[in-house]
């Protein structure tokens, strides 16, 4: 007698088709319930219980990422560096020259007086000009200087405006007033910072591989524009 291999059963004695119960939606053309509802599925495509078979779906074996080495920073161009270190130093001269002065301005180390425009030309930006400085009490006199921050209606030669300079020594005479006296010194200080990070960064300090030489480096990098600024602090007082 043949012998069911799953269930031990007599081969006879195993139902060849099952009946399960599926959806109209579900329900194959050219198929026809029983009164029931039910189909009667081939016993190999179903479970023990009728349920019908399912493809399980496959794992997928994750395999494990491999890890990228630590990539070696590249050393910083010699070339490269010293061209922008000379730029940006030469950027930040300018700017730490331009603001000396009204930064002693700001902190109260200057001396009022009159100043007498003799001469202008340009405008706004490009506007300069020259005069007569005279300090109150008549303490001293300074001619040809700077003046700045002339207004527009106040060009003329001859106009007398109150005006202040660092001493009697001072090329430049500031008539500036309210805000704009202190912009003259902030903005000019906040370009200097500017350029002291960009020099740190372009000139490749930040990617040395030594831990002590990339902090000389960058510590260098800012002290370089800070000693320009304090060089032309002590010329302007």
């Not at 009164?35 to 219980?49: C, L, N, R, S």
């Not at 902090?215 to 002590?234: E, K, M, N, Q, S």
């Amino acid at each position: 007698m043949e012998v069911e291999p799953t269930t031990g059963a007599p081969v006879d004695a195993v139902p060849r088709r099952v009946p399960v119960r599926q959806p109209r939606a579900l329900r194959r053309a050219g198929e026809k319930p029983d009164d029931d509802g039910f189909f009667w599925a081939p016993i190999e495509q179903v479970h023990w219980d009728g349920t019908p078979l399912r493809k399980e779906p496959k794992q997928r074996l994750r395999t494990p990422r491999r890890r990228r080495p630590a990539r070696t920073p590249a050393p910083p161009d010699p070339i490269r560096g010293l061209a922008v270190l000379l730029a940006l130093s030469l950027v930040a001269a300018f700017f730490a020259w331009v603001s000396a002065g009204p930064l002693w301005l700001a902190v109260g180390h200057s001396t009022a007086g009159t100043a007498v425009v003799t001469d202008c030309s340009g405008g706004g930006l490009t506007q300069r000009c020259r005069g007569i400085f005279t300090a109150d009490a008549d303490r001293f006199r300074t001619h040809g200087v700077r003046v700045s921050g002339v207004p527009a209606e106040r060009t003329a030669a001859g106009s007398t405006l109150p005006a202040r300079v660092t001493g009697p020594d001072a090329d430049t005479a500031y008539a500036d007033t309210g805000v704009g006296r202190h912009l003259r010194w902030l903005l000019g200080l906040l370009a200097v910072a500017g350029c002291a990070a960009g020099i740190v960064r372009w000139t490749g300090a930040t990617l040395l591989a030594d831990p002590r030489q990339r902090r000389w480096a960058t510590g260098g990098g800012y002290a370089g524009p800070v000693l320009i600024t304090l060089g032309f602090l002590v010329a302007a007082w």
